[in-house]
């Protein structure tokens, strides 16, 4: 059974870093592409980055520069550098896994953690 579960959310200042864990169990990172999707209040669901198996990495045009996606193969985890908050940025951010590349369509979602920014 694969498990992705997220971490590091919380609430931070414009300009301020957050850093996003995933622990994936039942899964071993690297397998497929894996990313990080948000949600922000009354919006859909939208692409923030990706890493394929070869470790290639794609982001949101809008987040080039800010948010940095990673992966552990050690430790088996996936994470997501965010840097230079902005309000903008507040959602639900998820971990997925064995997603179809350019879209929000992935076999295997956490349960999400909530960014919020906020003066």
């Not at 579960?5 to 071993?28: F, I, N």
């Not at 948000?38 to 809008?62: H, L, M």
């Not at 080039?64 to 639900?92: C, H, V, W, Y």
């Amino acid at each position: 059974q694969v498990q992705l579960v997220e971490s590091g959310g919380g609430s931070v200042q414009p300009g301020g870093s957050l850093r996003l864990s995933c622990a994936a169990s039942g899964y071993t990172v690297g397998d497929s592409l894996m990313g990080w999707f948000r949600q922000g209040p009354g919006k859909e669901r939208e692409r923030v980055a990706t890493i394929d198996n070869f470790g290639n990495t794609n982001y949101r045009d809008s987040l080039k520069g800010r948010f940095t996606i990673s992966r552990d193969n050690a430790k088996n985890t996936l994470s997501l550098q965010m840097d230079s908050l902005k309000p903008e940025d507040t959602a639900m951010y998820y971990c997925a896994a064995t997603c179809v590349r350019w879209s929000t369509n992935c076999r295997y979602w956490g349960q999400g953690t909530q960014v919020t920014v906020s003066s």
